[in-house]
């Protein structure tokens, strides 16, 4: 993990230090970014990201919020600069949902997805009449139900979308209960039900521990199996991105996708 943070930090030094240079290199004046993040793990690596680019004139003050609801909304309306928290399918369904029209500006990582349980040490072990809980938002319900598909306990159709809900589920292998909860909820529900798909802020912000540590399976670890639009995006506020992308050559502006 600390190599991870240390990539995608860097990346996002050489990014922002863009924004503060002129064409010749040299800095050209102070900025301020307040950057909106979703995990005390994407607090931290913001945190180091302003202690390494002061010298830039950069200051970045880092917002931490509660859920996933916010963020977008305060990078339309202005009140953030950038935010990272989210992945593509995420980034889709809100621009769908909310008419917008927010784009990335590079991958920062793919987050890992796991399976927890306080009942059963194996997924194998899921068995008939058992419950599972999954995120009730279509973008990670639909990673949840891939997971489930994964590990053999559901079939989707072979015509699911790339976010699939429970209709599109062709038959349950194994005759469980999936009971579609809020996602920053899923973790305090852990006790009352067989297993749960729980995203990894939550995983380490509520439970305290790691993927790797607690997880009886994670998705990431058959990345085959993982689809790109649950890659994890930075995205800039129009304003940011118009900013960083002029005080660049003239060479065209792409995606930098700086973790795999």
């Keep these: 993990m600390k190599k991870k943070i240390l990539a995608g930090a860097l990346a996002i030094i ?51 919020f509660s859920g996933y609801t916010e963020e ?31 784009v990335p500006i590079g991958y920062t ?17 899921l068995k008939d009449g058992d419950t599972v809980a999954i995120p009730n938002d279509v973008t ?4 949840a139900l891939q997971l489930l598909d994964a ?7 072979s015509d699911a979308p790339d976010s699939p809900t429970t209709k599109d589920i062709d038959s349950y292998v194994k005759k469980i209960t999936i009971k579609e909860l809020q996602a920053d909820q899923i973790a305090a529900a852990l006790p009352d039900v067989t297993a749960a798909t729980i995203n ?23 990345i085959d199996k993982v689809n790109d639009i649950y890659k994890n995006v930075m995205l800039f506020a129009k304003r940011t991105r118009t900013r960083l992308t002029s005080r660049r050559s003239s060479r065209p502006t792409r995606p930098m996708r700086w973790l795999n």
């Design 72 to 102: 977008n909304p305060a990078l339309v309306d202005g009140s953030l600069d950038l935010n990272s928290f989210q992945h593509v399918a995420y980034l889709n369904n809100f621009n769908k949902e909310n008419n917008a029209d927010l």
């Design 151 to 157: 590990i053999g306990v559901i079939k989707l159709k």
């Design 14 to 64: 050489t990014a922002l230090s863009l924004a503060a240079c002129d064409g010749s290199g040299s800095s050209a004046e102070k900025h301020d970014y307040v950057v909106g993040v979703a995990s005390d793990q994407q607090k931290e690596i913001w945190e180091y990201v302003g202690d390494q680019v002061k010298k830039e004139g950069i200051t970045i003050d880092v917002k931490l």
């Design 109 to 125: 990582l793919i987050s890992p997805f796991g399976l927890y349980s306080d009942k059963i040490k194996d997924y194998n072990d």
């Design 140 to 143: 990670n319900g639909g990673r």
């Design 200 to 222: 990894t802020n939550y995983v380490t912000d509520q439970l305290h521990t790691t993927p790797k540590d607690s997880a009886i399976y994670i998705d990431t670890d058959h």
